[in-house]
Each structure stands twice: as structure tokens, then as C-alpha cells.
């Protein structure tokens, strides 16, 4: 007899062939499609009755996936798992580090300032539970890097009297790639006593990521950017002792860090995801070179691309281009109806109309926009071949076009 399983199995197999054979998914910064492992992890873990917080054997089963995750979890970060906490989002992550009240072990600590690179994902920008008067933008250049020498002035500015600052820096912007100097950025915070946030969430995975290495007081994480399940994130923590004030109250949960009973099933696939992550390194060379090798197709057949970031290290899957004349609204739509996801902008952004605030920090025409191209572990030598093709009748419309406006 066809259990309900098996028709949902057999439907979500018949959807994700059908979507294989018509469509070239590019849109890996938005969310990458769920790993096997996640998936298999996370039906496991749907089919246990117990309560993390029970101390019955069904509890103690729904724990153990748990710690499996966050071991899991803590080595993609290098840091013993007593310092990851999950949240249901990174953007949960955000809003839980980026507070002025924290605690070393029972003393309160105070930190009256908050620094932002301009170019930080909106969950940054937004500043958590930071009041607006209180949080500051630090510059970026024209390739989107973290201007220092702002940083220094923000920090030399900084009234140490009034408590700690923090600085909340991305390890790679979600709409360029480019990657941001963590660890300068670092030395010179910690140099001046304030604490550093690094946004692991789109180099996680695709970067080598070490917490202590990087110098970082707290990483945030998500899950879906790695092949896991959307709605799952973490803090990670360089200890115990300095930590914020909970931003979800209630049980004992995550320490007393994050109440609410855990989602294990969401858990259990970012762990499988991060224990992927992991391995999947030593495919980030050969990611690269197929970047590289579109982005040269790109230039031959439109010599007058821009690619955001292009000068400066990237992440190996992002490619962000503006093809001068074509708005990148109009672009996604062209790309959609080709068989091609691609976003215009990040996928928070993608949808509203409205100017990308990456591209104005950056000191570009943001009026055009720009489209964003990312690349993931499932993406094939075919899939580049389609979007090539679609990239060149898009331009060849672009080129006619503009050709009509001059003879006109
Ligand atoms: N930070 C960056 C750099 C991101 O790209 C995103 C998602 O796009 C987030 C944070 C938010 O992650 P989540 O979707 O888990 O809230």
C-alpha cells in the first residue's frame, strides 16, 4: 500500500526533475537547494516523538540530534560546541548579538556604540536592538571593502566612557562576494577593547572559517546558505562567559540563551549541511575556475560588462554585473523567462523596487542596478552553457535597442 510518504517522495522527485530539465538555478546566495545529507538528517528527525528538554529516553534521542548538530555546527567554526546556540534564522542570530547590554559571567557590560560596514546584509543595518542614535556606518571603498582608515577614525572618535563599542562586519558581501578584511578589521578592535561580529553567513562554506583566527567575538550563521534548511541559524560565541542578554525569554533552553523547544528536524539538517561545508572545500578551486571562465565569456561577448568587486578577492561563486543600458529589473525578468534564476540585487531586496544600497557604497550608478549570478556546488558546466546563451540574447537585445535609440 502507497503510504503518504511515498506520494510525497514520489511528488517531490517528479518536481525536482521537472525543474532539473527546464530551469538553471543560480541563485545559490539566496538560498541553496536543500544537501541529501540535510534532507535525510531532517526526515530522521521528524519521526522522533521526545522533547529535547524531556529526561525520558524520547528526549534524551531528540537531544542527542541536537548535539550532533551543534558538534557539527562548532567544527565548521572551529570552536568547542558549548559556544554554538541555534536560532531559527541568522537574522534571529542579528538581532540576539546586536544589543548594548551584555554580561561577563554576572556583571553587566555596557556597549554604547554600534559600528556597521555600509555594506552589511539589512538584518545588520537594522542594528538589533541597538537604538538608531546609537549605531554608525563605516565607509566602504569603490571596490566594497571596509575603508580602515574610516574604522580607525570611528574608533579613535569612540567615548570609551560611556562603554564598549562593537564593530558588526561581514565575512562576504551577499550581493558582490567581495570579502572583507576580517582579521585587520579585527586586530584593530580588539587593539582598542570592542568587540567584533563577523556575519559568517555567505562565506560559511565558501571560505575556510575559524573563529579564532579571524579574531571575531561572536559569528552568525544560517543554514539554507550551506545547502541546510531555511529557518535555522546560529550564534557562536569565542567563550562562555561574555555573552548578550537573551533576546527570546522563557525556558532553559540553549542555556538560557534562546528559549523555545528546538526545531530538531531544522537542527539536524544544518548540522548534516555544516559537516558537508566542511569537506566541500577543496571544490571551492575548481568553483572558481568556472566563474572565471563565464565571467570571460560574459566580457568577450559584451566588452563593456562591469563586475562589481571584480578588482578585489571574492567569494569563487558571486559574479555581480551591470550591462550598461539594461536595467537589472528588466534583465531578471529576461533571465526568468529563459529558463534562468538569477536576482537582481539580494533575494530581501529582489521584489520591492529600490535602489541597491551595496551599489551606492560602492560609489556605482546603482540607478541601473545589477545581477546577481551565484554558483553552488550543484551547478554543471550545462548550467553555465545556459546562462551564456541567455546572457548573449539579452545583450544582443540591449545592443539592437540602443542601435534603434541612435538611429532615431
Ligand atoms: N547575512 C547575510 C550576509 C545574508 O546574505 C543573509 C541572507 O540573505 C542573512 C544574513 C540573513 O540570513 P537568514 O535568512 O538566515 O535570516
Request: no cysteine.
Given at each position: 500500500m502507497r503510504t503518504r510518504r511515498d506520494v510525497v517522495d514520489a511528488e517531490t522527485t517528479v518536481m525536482a526533475i521537472k525543474m532539473a530539465g527546464t530551469r538553471t538555478y543560480l541563485d545559490h546566495n539566496a538560498t541553496a537547494p536543500l544537501l541529501p545529507e540535510a534532507r535525510a538528517a531532517m526526515l530522521a528527525a521528524l519521526d522522533l516523538p521526545g522533547?529535547?528538554?524531556?529526561?525520558?529516553a524520547e528526549g534524551r534521542a531528540a537531544r542527542a540530534v541536537i548535539a550532533k548538530a551543534r558538534d557539527e555546527v562548532a567544527a565548521l567554526c572551529d570552536v568547542p560546541a558549548a559556544q554554538v546556540i541555534f536560532t531559527a534564522s541568522a537574522t534571529e542570530a542579528a538581532s540576539h548579538v546586536l544589543t548594548p547590554n551584555f554580561r561577563m559571567g554576572r556583571a553587566p557590560v555596557i556597549v554604547s556604540r554600534l559600528f556597521v560596514s555600509a555594506t552589511e546584509h539589512p538584518c545588520i543595518l537594522a542594528g538589533g536592538r541597538f537604538l538608531a542614535e546609537r549605531a554608525s556606518h563605516i565607509s566602504v571603498d569603490r571596490d566594497g571593502r571596509l575603508d580602515l582608515a574610516a574604522l580607525d577614525a570611528a574608533i579613535a572618535g569612540h567615548d570609551a566612557a560611556s562603554g564598549q563599542f562593537m564593530l558588526a562586519l561581514q565575512l562576504a558581501n551577499n550581493e558582490t562576494g567581495v570579502i572583507q578584511p576580517v582579521v585587520e578589521a579585527a586586530a584593530k578592535v580588539r587593539a582598542a577593547g570592542g568587540l567584533i561580529v563577523v556575519d559568517a553567513v555567505q562565506g560559511a562554506g565558501r571560505l575556510p572559517l575559524s573563529l579564532s583566527a579571524m579574531g571575531a567575538d561572536f559569528l552568525i550563521l544560517s543554514a539554507h546558505k550551506l545547502g541546510g534548511p531555511k529557518g535555522a541559524g546560529a550564534l557562536v560565541s569565542a567563550g562562555e562567559i561574555l555573552m548578550p542578554e537573551p533576546l527570546v525569554r522563557g525556558g532553559g533552553q540553549e542555556k538560557g540563551h534562546r528559549a523555545g523547544t528546538e526545531n530538531i528536524a531544522a537542527i539536524a539538517g544544518f548540522g548534516a549541511a555544516a559537516a558537508v561545508a566542511r569537506e566541500a572545500l577543496s571544490d571551492i578551486p575548481a568553483l572558481a575556475a568556472r566563474r572565471d571562465a563565464m565571467e570571460t565569456a560574459m566580457r568577450a561577448e559584451a566588452p563593456d560588462v562591469i563586475i562589481h568587486g571584480a578588482a578585489v578577492p571574492r567569494l569563487a561563486n558571486t559574479c555581480y554585473f551591470t550591462l550598461p543600458g539594461l536595467k537589472a529589473e528588466t534583465a531578471q525578468i529576461g533571465f526568468d523567462m529563459e529558463g534562468i534564476a538569477v536576482s537582481s540585487g539580494s533575494a530581501c531586496s529582489s521584489g520591492k523596487v529600490g535602489v541597491s544600497h551595496v551599489l551606492k557604497a560602492m560609489g556605482a550608478d546603482a540607478a541601473l542596478g545589477a545581477i546577481r549570478v551565484s554558483l553552488g556546488a550543484t551547478t554543471t558546466d550545462t548550467h553555465i552553457a545556459a546562462f551564456l546563451k541567455a546572457f548573449s540574447t539579452l545583450n544582443a537585445r540591449r545592443l539592437s535597442r540602443r542601435a534603434g535609440e541612435h538611429a532615431a
Open positions: 522533547n529535547a528538554s524531556s529526561v525520558h
